[in-house]
């Protein structure tokens, strides 16, 4: 079974930076796709940044310019770079991996969400 936990969120001030990570556990032969989604109280879940296994992202408009998505293929690990942070940016994030193999002979392509880290961004 293959969990993912993120990490790294926090009180930040407006203007402030910070980095968040999303780590798994369990097999993974190979994930297709990744991303980070955002969830403001009473809003739903959207999408702030994705990545492809070739590195081809795409970002929310919102966030263009000051949040930079990577991944680690090697460690299947992926990170959100934000800067410039504004109160709009607070919510909970969440890590999603989409068309993960847990091995080279399956042929179950999962999605995995984690839990969530909260991210607050306040004077």
């Known amino acids: 079974q293959v969990q993912l936990v993120e990490s790294g969120g926090g009180l930040v001030q407006p203007g402030g930076s910070l980095t968040l990570s999303c780590t798994p556990s369990g097999s ?3 994930i297709n796709a990744m ?3 955002r969830q403001s109280p009473g809003t739903q879940r959207d999408l702030v940044a994705s990545i492809t296994k070739s590195n081809y992202t795409e970002y ?3 966030v263009k310019g000051r949040f930079t998505i990577s991944r680690d293929n090697a460690q299947n690990t992926m990170h959100l770079q934000m800067a410039s942070l504004k109160p709009e940016d607070t919510a909970v994030y969440y890590c999603r991996f989409m068309g993960v193999l ?3 002979l399956s042929n179950r392509y999962l999605e995995v969400w984690g839990q969530g880290t909260r991210v607050t961004v306040s004077s």
């Open 28 to 30: 993974i032969f190979s």
């Open 35 to 37: 991303g980070w989604y």
């Open 60 to 62: 929310a408009d919102s």
């Open 102 to 104: 847990t091995s080279a």
